[in-house]
């Protein structure tokens, strides 16, 4: 399918990413080693009554303004986006974020919670969760999400594509299927390994730094957060990662703003990330570092969102 035009979003795709020095890369590039456990200044933690129990979940804005709904990945937590949501909601925006059911000071919220209960957290409880979410803000919102939660948004987009304004896809799986096949040096063992023992891997190679090196500032919380996550959701999302459906020509289709956001060294190849975006008719940005431009890049992120959001609201 073909890349889409420049003209698309009214912004030069030249301009997304790292590729220019502005105030937001000096930012970036200033950033040091960050207090994780701070939360932006004015923030407000709460919680969302969602149908897998209570989710923890922080704003920051005014809720009159457009709204935007940032979900973090597997292991991941509402934190994640501590960098971002100030620029985003100094810029006009209500931004929301939350951890996912299992998942740090989200832990109690799980599938023995459902009505009927069940036993394992799968793609219905996430779903269902998060569109609890955005039904809870003025609809349409623009949604970022991270990695394993861009999987998520893609099935609630399917499901109520008018709670959408626009689609961020953060570090997301750029492939249907087993997505772990594509990821660089252990793609080829990853057939191997369970839920179980996946979501072990995971886990010890996040919290020895194996999976990406990160500041002590930054490994602090994410050790410290590793307390609450329950095990059981990280080897549920272990399996349902290597069970990607391939949503690509419902979103190629979609009249909807979409951006495809990367790190130059992410988990995955670069070029798996391109194709996505061409796959989907999105933009793509790749940003310095890792995983986590949310954490590494925020400021640059930010910007580019910005550029975004004011195309979608034009439209």
Known sequence: MPEPDQEDCGVNLDEFGSARVDAAARLDAELGDVDWFVPPPGAVHCSIDVPSGQLAAMALGDPGDPGVVLVPGATGSKEDFSLMMPDLANAGYFTLSYDLAGQYQSAAAGPERLVPPRKHYDYRLFVDDFLAVLETATAPVHVVAYSFAGIIAQLAYVERPELFRSLTLLSCPPEP???????????????????????????????????????????????????????????????????????????????????????????????????????????????????????????????????????????
């Open 177 to 315: 299927g087993h997505s772990f096949r594509g990821v660089s040096r252990i793609g080829r063992f990853s057939t191997w390994v369970n839920g179980r023992a996946g979501a072990a891997l995971l886990i010890w190679g996040i919290r020895s730094g194996r999976v990406a090196h990160v500041p002590a500032g930054r490994q602090r919380f994410v050790d410290y957060r590793f307390r609450f996550t329950r095990r059981e959701s990280v080897r549920d999302i272990y399996t349902l990662m290597q069970n990607v459906p391939d949503l690509r020509q419902r979103l190629a289709e979609a009249p909807l703003t979409k951006f495809v956001a990367v790190g130059e060294h992410d988990l995955w190849p670069l070029q798996l990330h391109r194709l996505f975006a061409q796959s989907i008719r999105a933009r793509i940005g790749v940003y310095r570092g890792g995983h986590s431009p949310c954490e590494t890049s925020p400021h640059e992120l930010s910007r580019d969102l910005l550029a975004l959001y004011a195309k979608a609201e034009e439209g």
